[in-house]
């Protein structure tokens, strides 16, 4: 009647998938603002741990093993189960195969703790006592609060004033994991000095607020949620796991989806399956944005900062432009000017492709799936439903029996204001 | 390293368990208030379907057969998963060994959804066009509108005045599946209009007014969450799936827990298991409620209102006193002055047992399995936790490997304000 492929906690990928040793290109390097070289490791140094910037360089190891301590932390809530939408096809009269694989059964809601339990572990054993963060809508700061308090690490996050506001819930639970969450701009620091009480803030604030802070102690480091070649590595195992449950029902994959925000839930959907499509093998890729975000429908691929203060190295990829202020959308997860330089060069290199929803299609994708599938989307993951329902109908068109796979990356359960 | 119990959909029990079939004692029929007589069916029908009346009065059949369209509707979410709290057990460092059944991935967040979409099924079947219901925090509320929503049939929910104001989520999730939501009391009913304008409210006025717009229509039933036979035949198939995964692992439970309320999920969890004891078996049941709500622990066994107006006919239980009106406590799902008349009787036969947990130790209780386990527990479920961890506790000084199972009844996401 419906499939659900789950995998036993043995049969889980044991290892992280390292796409950069498979391309057959490289990427360009991060730059210093301050001389346009590439970046030299030692600023790098002070602001992320040893561990961490070698998987961010490493281009040469095709796997990752992954530590015992964190294999423990994922079997909280991994592997990760892949679903066939059965009411979605019957609803659609598609000919094609939908499956998703859900991510929104981890503790904090979101595929985010993948990765934070990696950055929190390896921090951790380079004796770092603090982290700092920024969080939008609040999925990052909630699992990087989680991965702390498992670790034995502080977290400390600077959340946008108005999302602070907004989103009560997502502040109590970082509490509860025992993140300490300051609404940004704040008076802690001189970037947040800046602005008038109460001003609404942005990310590009808070990321200033929290780099300032770990620049100006011994002790602490920054952790980011997307964007940089460890964050995707470490979310592969999302893919690996896809890899895993295919096999076990003997189909290869026609169209793999993923929404795109800053990219590391689309990475680490699709990278395992580069290889497939290097190899000859014919499937596609598509990143789904909002159409009110469009970096990579819309944006200029060139070197251009992380945030908007400039304080980070300059990245390949994508952009808006870092002054670009995306209009107040609800899929707050996706409000990013830039893109993942491994995303970008995939995209520049025509290994993958791109498509922007609106917002009203997206939404309609979200109630339509709540209904029929009884799993309520977060308004980001929406847009790799809408997706997945633009290549059925496609599959429909053309009467094919295509396997289309996306990944719903988390639960909308704190957003709900925004389906009414 | 962490034991994940799933079963697929094909080895879902099919049947439900009438455990009316094996009791070796016959329940007190259900009295009509004007006559002191049992209840004519006449009267009942006016407010029931026939289908469910039958299951609420079938004290032959040992096993009800689940109708396709609702097995259709289970694979949404069932089989759910049978987890072993690994992480709690190595806390606690028992010998005991603990596991949960996980009720908290269904569409909206409990196991209310269980006898929402049977109820929603029998009264489309039997031409029923609108239901009425009364919800307390939400969960039957949400869960009646999203199986209303799978089966045509139109759901109108009154609901307590404060939690309305307090829970806009709740509200959200019942509007996404089109429930319609009117915070009471209400100016729609007579009972409604009693009270001044912005009364807060309270389950029985809610019931009151919910009742009135049946007993005035034709085409319209009443649907109850919790408390009645039928309720707690649906809600077996927690009971049924626990006893397949715990074969699987060829263990024997000593010791099953769950959250007492109205009595639904606990009777779903234990009336399986209920034929073992019969015949001999050690294995203890315990219903956990809070303190603040005594109904099992501190209530007199007697026929009582299921409701506080003296709409509903007199049910045989274990009861505060209609008019009783427990304080103001996080737990609102087992804000209830009665108890099912199934799990009354057992207890009044020392089938089970009863215990009651503080605020405080209940909170404890969900903190720390939220932090270890991944998994925010509802304030009511975390009534079962609190129990589970006592038994795991005894079993530690006792120094004996016990297998305690505890049904976790739903999610807290919307209840989190409760925690901070």
Request: proline share 7%; aromatic share 10%; charged share 20%.
């Amino acid at each position: 009647m419906r499939e659900f492929v789950n995998l036993k906690f043995e049969e889980m990928p044991k290892v992280w998938y390292n796409v950069l040793s498979d391309l057959p290109f490289k990427l360009d390097p991060p730059l210093d603002p301050e001389t346009n070289n590439p970046m030299s490791p030692e600023k790098l140094l002070k602001v992320f741990p040893a561990p961490l910037l070698e998987q961010e360089v490493n281009d040469v190891d095709r796997f990752i093993e992954i530590p015992q301590e964190i294999l423990r932390e994922y079997a909280v809530y991994r592997p990760t189960p892949l679903i066939r939408a059965n009411f979605l096809e019957e609803y659609l009269q598609t000919p094609a195969k939908i499956y998703y694989k859900y991510e929104g059964q981890s503790p904090t809601g979101s595929h985010k703790t993948n990765t934070a339990l990696a950055q929190a572990y390896y921090n951790k054993i380079s004796g770092v006592k603090k982290l700092y963060t920024e969080t939008g809508a609040g999925q990052w700061g909630s699992a990087l609060s989680y991965a702390g308090l498992k670790f034995g690490i502080d977290v400390n996050i600077y959340m946008v004033r108005v999302s602070f506001n907004q989103k009560p819930a997502r502040k109590s639970i970082m509490n509860l994991f025992n993140g300490k969450v300051t609404p940004s701009p704040s008076k802690n620091t001189k970037s947040g000095r800046k602005y008038e009480e109460n001003h609404p803030g942005s990310l590009g604030i808070a990321i200033s607020e929290a780099m300032e802070e770990v620049l100006q102690s011994n002790d602490s480091k920054y952790a980011l949620g997307s964007v940089l070649n460890h964050v995707l590595l470490h979310q592969t195992i999302i893919g690996l796991e896809i890899k895993k449950q295919l096999e076990k029902l003997n189909i290869q994959p026609d169209v793999i989806i993923g929404c795109h925000g800053g990219g590391s839930n689309f990475g680490g959907t699709i990278l395992p399956f580069i290889p497939d499509k290097l190899s000859g093998k014919n499937i596609r890729f598509i990143a789904c944005e909002p159409e009110s975000c469009p970096t990579l429908t819309k944006g200029e691929y060139r070197y251009d900062f992380g945030d908007t203060a400039g304080f980070t190295p300059l990245l390949k990829m994508y952009t808006l432009g870092k002054d670009f202020v995306p209009p107040s959308i609800h899929a707050g997860g996706l409000r990013y000017h830039g893109a993942a330089p491994i995303i970008s060069a995939l995209l520049n290199h025509n290994l993958i492709e791109a498509k922007a929803f609106s917002q009203e299609e997206t939404f309609k994708a979200a109630r339509l799936f709540s209904k029929l599938e009884g799993i309520i989307p977060a308004p980001e993951s929406s847009h790799a439903i809408a997706g997945a329902i633009k290549e059925a109908l496609n599959a429909k068109k053309e009467n094919k029996e295509k396997i289309i796979v996306f990944t719903l990356s988390g639960h909308g359960l704190f957003d709900l204001n925004a389906y009414i």
